[in-house]
């Protein structure tokens, strides 16, 4: 069945810290991973998506099939990356996408 | 571009009354349609989700049903809520020719008391 795991419900971290949001999956097929982020009172948003090989914001994710995981990263975080992120996935012919139950990203002063 | 509509926004209905969200999305055809619960500590929760007209495929046996009557129209509904029905509701749409990516509405917040 498909899953997607976000093992941490909060990240806190320093302005300037690197910063890494866990995201580990398990599909028997082939995924389309996503990151979409929420920012204080607006909607969720598409971040990034893995096949797209961005970087959006300063923040990147590459697939790891080996070890199933899409780990977002950056860096060197901003005040303005306080937001809840979610990980997702989705088979590229199905209709379903699931999402993990998303980290809450703090960034302190 | 494509846009989703929700109402409303915000809904305090009694236990075991009737509920009725409605979403409608413009400048797509056919798409995909969802309904995702957004709980604290528990993520987004898909609910249902729609392929074309009258196709609902249902995620969680649960308290609430979804139709869509139109191919913009998607609608939550349930019959006698509970107050485990209590949470944001977000429609999203996928429109296939676009690709994968999804797209959200504001949502609606339901309190049931």
């Known amino acids: 069945a498909q899953r997607v795991t976000q093992p941490e419900k909060l990240l806190s971290v320093f302005k300037g810290a690197p910063v890494e949001l866990k995201c580990n999956y398990s599909y028997s097929g082939s995924p389309e991973l996503f990151w979409y982020v929420q920012y204080s009172r607006q909607r969720l948003q598409l971040l990034l998506r893995?096949?797209s090989r961005e970087s959006i914001k300063g923040f990147t994710a590459d697939l790891n099939k080996g070890e199933t995981s899409f780990h977002l990263k950056k860096p060197f975080a901003q005040e303005e990356d306080s937001a809840m992120y979610y990980c997702?996935?989705?088979?590229?012919?199905?209709?379903?996408?699931?999402f993990g139950s998303g980290t809450r990203l703090s960034i302190r002063p | 571009s494509q846009t989703i509509h929700q109402w409303p926004a915000t809904l305090v209905q009694p236990v075991g009354s009737p509920l009725s969200l409605e979403c409608t999305v413009e400048g797509t055809s056919n798409p995909n349609l969802y309904w995702y619960r957004q709980a604290a500590g528990r993520g987004l929760q898909l609910l249902f989700y729609?392929?074309?007209?009258?196709?609902i495929s249902s995620e969680v046996p649960q308290n609430l049903s979804a139709s869509r009557p139109q191919d913009r129209q998607f609608i939550l509904s349930s019959k006698k809520l509970l107050l485990s029905d209590s949470g944001f509701y977000l429609c999203?749409?996928?429109?296939?020719?676009?690709?994968?990516?999804?797209?959200f509405g504001e949502g609606s917040w339901l309190t049931v008391v």
């Open positions: 997702a996935l989705s088979h590229s012919s199905a209709s379903k996408i699931i």
């Open positions: 999203a749409l996928r429109d296939p020719s676009s690709g994968n990516t999804i797209y």
């Open positions: 729609s392929v074309g007209i009258g196709q």
């Open positions: 893995h096949i």
